[in-house]
């Protein structure tokens, strides 16, 4: 018998804090007009000094368990796709696990920039088709405000945080996600790239005082490259799923540039009212992009279980991808969980965790 992996609940998380065109031509030299005809951003979120990459996918899997009725213990694994990580180890997906009290879960980061949940979504779904695993958490969260330099108006203009969520749940019943296709170009991966604060060039005073800390953009190469990739990588994981586009309901793209979604629908004489569009309120928050424009789809009526939903995405690397999936609901569950009841639990299990690593260090040390 098959397996099939069904996407059972999803969340997002924002912060509050809101930064409008208007806010950035005090801060660099633009202005609203330049950034709404050249990329359809209005505003952004950026997150506070007690948000991070890892608080908001925190948030936004606790939103994803509620709505799939699932249990933190019940998850198997759980994927944190990002570019802007909250240490390069351990990983926020580790801190997500510790957050949200999964106790079995195995956890990992996934770095693949923009296109990362659909590679995620591409991993979780594939174990659960071998029924290596039950349930997963996929994640997309990013804090990409702190790694943008506020000074250059070409690159701070784009970028905004936040994070989103899915549960995949394993399912003999046909749907949930059908295919995906992952592709990759590294000999593009100069236009695109964060490169201090990696092996190659560990942080010191210079890369800091030479700005090398922050994302470095090649914005018309990008742009080029986005248009080319966002249709083809469409029309393949349809073939893959034997589906054609006039069987598709609605359109996630990634968010990056209004403009390249416009020209990504042309080229595949899709209509823009089923591609799904939110570029305006949240600029692009890379991997979590998908996510939550799917929760607002969600909420807004534009995608219901049954509909066939095509996810696509490209990103630095470079790297891009397309997933073709049935839209599935909750699957019926006898009693209703709240997991984010579970965070106070998590969080005590947490500190007690802690302590009794510290006593057995203390016993080894002193009878050693
Ligand atoms: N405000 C005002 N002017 C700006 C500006 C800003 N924020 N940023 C750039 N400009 C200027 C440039 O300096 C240039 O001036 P010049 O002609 O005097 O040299 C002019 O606007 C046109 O620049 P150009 O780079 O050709 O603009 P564009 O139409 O290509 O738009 C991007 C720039 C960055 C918006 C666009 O290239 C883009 O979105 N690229 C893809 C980026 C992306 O998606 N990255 C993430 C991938 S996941």
């Known amino acids: 018998m098959s397996r099939f992996a069904h996407v059972t609940g999803w ?74 990580p909250e240490h390069i180890f351990p990983a926020t997906a580790c801190l997500v696990q510790d957050q949200i009290g999964a106790v079995r879960a195995g956890a990992f980061d996934l770095s693949a920039a923009c296109t990362g949940f659909i590679y995620a979504l591409e991993i979780a779904t594939q174990l659960i088709r071998s ?79 030479n700005g090398l800390h922050y994302i470095h953009m090649s914005g018309r190469e990008v742009f080029r490259f986005a248009t080319k990739v966002m249709s083809q990588a469409t029309l393949d994981a349809l073939a893959k799923a034997h589906l054609k586009i006039d069987d598709v309901n609605l359109i996630i793209p990634h968010q990056a540039n209004l403009r390249i979604i416009n020209m990504a629908a042309k080229n ?13 309120h949240y600029g692009n928050t890379s991997t979590a992009s998908i996510p939550i424009a799917t929760c607002e789809a969600i909420q807004n009526g534009k995608l219901k279980p049954g509909d066939k939903v095509v996810f696509v995405g490209f990103g630095a690397g470079l790297t891009w991808g397309a997933s073709v999936a049935e839209w599935s609901k ?37 009878l050693r």
């Open 11 to 84: 969340g997002m998380a924002i912060p509050e804090k809101i930064l409008t065109n208007y806010d950035l031509s005090e801060m660099v030299d633009t202005n609203h007009e330049w950034i709404v005809s050249r990329t359809g951003i209005v505003e952004r979120r950026v997150a506070n000094d007690e948000e991070t990459t890892a608080s908001l996918a925190r948030e936004a899997a606790l939103k994803a368990l509620e709505i799939a009725n699932l249990k933190p213990r019940d998850v198997d694994l759980i994927i944190v796709a990002t570019s802007s």
């Open 131 to 209: 029924e290596s695993i039950a349930n997963a958490i996929v994640i997309g969260a990013e804090t990409l405000s702190r790694f943008v330099n506020w000074k250059d108006r070409e690159t701070c203009v784009l970028f905004g945080d936040g994070a989103g969520a899915f549960v995949l749940q394993a399912s003999d019943e046909p749907g949930g996600v059908i295919s995906t296709v992952m592709r990759s170009d590294g000999s593009g991966g100069e236009l695109l790239s964060l490169p201090a604060g990696g092996s190659k060039l560990p942080a010191s005073k210079e890369t800091v005082g």
């Open 268 to 280: 595949l004489d899709f209509p823009m009212e089923r591609v799904y569009v939110n570029i305006d």
């Open 330 to 366: 909750p699957f019926p569950t006898e009693r209703r969980v709240y997991p984010a009841r579970y965070r106070l639990l998590a969080r005590i299990r947490s500190l007690l965790l802690r302590w009794v690593r510290r006593i057995e260090g203390w016993i080894w040390g002193n």
